[in-house]
T-cell receptor
Framework: GQNIDQPTEMTATEGAIVQINCTYQ??????LFWYQQHAGEAPTFLSY??LDGLEEKGRFSSFLSRSKGYSYLLLKELQMKDSASYLC??????????WGAGTKLIIKP | IAGITQAPTSQILAAGRRMTLRCTQD?????MYWYRQDLGLGLRLIHY???????GKGEVPDGYSVSRANTDDFPLTLASAVPSQTSVYFC????????????FGPGTRLTVL
């Protein structure tokens, strides 16, 4: 079966760095997405990786290793507004998007 | 402002009633999707449409139907609502298929009693 694993919840301190991991087992791979979802709101796009390596976008970076079926989202200089759920999603060989359950990130002052 | 709208924002519905959730996008995206989101389960795809006039079943299609008469609109119908359909429903669109970034509507919170 197809599966995406993420930690259910993480806690970090304002100003610090946090890494949210995502491992996947899917039938093929055609890209990996990270979305941010604030409580009571819709998911919004953060990043997309299709090749191995690190993609940096401001305070957020996303890393992919296709051979290990692994990705992480790195958030630097954490702000209170970064408190949200972070969703990992993988496009499989049939171009279907498989979603993880999300990681709830709690930022403490 | 370009984007996706959904209606209603929330609804309480008696079991057995018929309900249509509306979704409209003005970005001229070809692909549209309906998801439900339940605590601890993440987003699950109900139905999708890759282009106007075509639809397909997702992971959890039972009890739901969709139509795609034109590019902009993608309504989701619950023919006879059951309590297990209590959820938050998100409509999304993308320029083409699932390998594109998806843009989400604000969601409809549905409670079936």
């Amino acid at each position: 079966g197809q599966n995406i694993d993420q930690p259910t919840e993480m806690t970090a301190t304002e100003g610090a760095i946090v890494q949210i991991n995502c491992t996947y087992q899917t039938s093929g791979f055609n890209g990996l997405f990270w979305y941010q979802q604030h409580a009571g709101e819709a998911p919004t796009f953060l990043s997309y990786n299709v090749l191995d390596g690190l993609e940096e976008k401001g305070r957020f970076s996303s890393f992919l290793s296709r051979s290990k079926g692994y990705s992480y989202l790195l958030l630097k200089e954490l702000q209170m507004k970064d408190s949200a759920s972070y969703l990992c999603a993988v496009t499989d060989s049939n171009y279907q998007l498989i979603w993880g359950a999300g990681t709830k990130l709690i930022i403490k002052p | 402002i370009a984007g996706i709208t959904q209606a209603p924002t929330s609804q309480i519905l008696a079991a057995g009633r018929r309900m249509t959730l509306r979704c409209t996008q003005d970005m001229r995206h070809n692909a549209m999707y309906w998801y439900r989101q339940d605590l601890g389960l993440g987003l699950r795809l109900i139905h999708y449409s890759n282009t106007a006039g075509t639809t397909g079943k997702g992971e959890v299609p039972d009890g739901y139907s969709v139509s795609r008469a034109n590019t902009d609109d993608f309504p989701l119908t619950l023919a006879s609502a059951v309590p297990s359909q209590t959820s938050v429903y998100f409509c999304a669109s993308s320029p083409s298929g699932s390998s594109d970034t998806q843009y989400f509507g604000p969601g409809t919170r549905l409670t079936v009693l």
